[in-house]
């Protein structure tokens, strides 16, 4: 996956020049440019990510669902960055949007990654509540892929940084399980992540 986007990248960039380039195509540009938050993470395109990311949410469209999307993504990749100024307003502003505009998964990924830069910052409990949270929302919309796995071991890791192994050893083994149904029906980047996440599973 990641070797055939990279070989497609050239057009890739082109569609999104394109894109955020014309009004009438700003839902596009930003669909892609949110819809690409494995390549940008998962293949060490951080920088690239986030100029397509920046220039994406500066844009307004009749579909906010996009726009969403790319909020919470830009939070995730500035977080990763290590860069946590703009990362809060990113993801505060992709809750309010997404809880005026009643759509539960966006919140259910704001809160993840809002989780992720308490996490980060050292704020193990306020980490362990907004994960717990988000996990919950997850279940809820019936959401699972390998976002969600990689908050239910973010979920292990603030039980094992409070010193409370055995809790995080349960929430890794929970993961674990995840990570082999969604194997079993996701190829690609989803069986990539879900080996990712049994290995650290064993780790704790």
């Not at 908050?151 to 010193?163: D, I």
């Not at 995840?178 to 190829?187: N, V």
Request: hydrophobic share 40%; net charge neutral.
């Amino acid at each position: 996956m990641a070797a055939r986007i990279d070989a497609e990248l050239p057009n890739l960039r082109s569609a999104l020049e394109h894109c955020l380039g014309d009004p009438d195509e700003a839902h596009l540009g930003q669909y892609l440019a949110g819809s690409l938050w494995f390549f940008w993470v998962g293949c060490g395109r951080l920088s690239e990510g986030r100029h397509w990311l920046e220039r994406a949410v500066r844009l307004e469209s009749d579909n906010e669902l996009p726009r969403l999307k790319t909020l919470w993504v830009l939070g995730y990749v500035a977080i990763l960055q290590g860069d946590t100024v703009p990362a809060p307003a990113a993801l505060h502003e992709c809750r309010e949007e997404a809880e005026r505009s009643a759509n539960p998964t966006a919140v259910a990924y704001a809160e993840h990654r809002t989780g992720c830069l308490a996490l980060v910052s050292d704020d193990m409990a306020r980490a362990e509540t907004l994960l717990r949270s988000a996990l919950e929302r997850y279940q809820e919309i019936g959401e699972l892929n390998s976002n969600v796995l990689m908050g239910q071991v973010e979920l292990a890791m603030t039980r094992a940084f409070q010193g409370d192994l055995p809790e995080a050893y349960g929430c890794a083994r929970t993961s674990a399980g995840s990570a082999r149904t969604t194997a079993r029906a996701g190829p690609g980047r989803t069986r990539c992540m879900c080996w990712r996440t049994r290995r650290g599973a064993r780790a704790i």
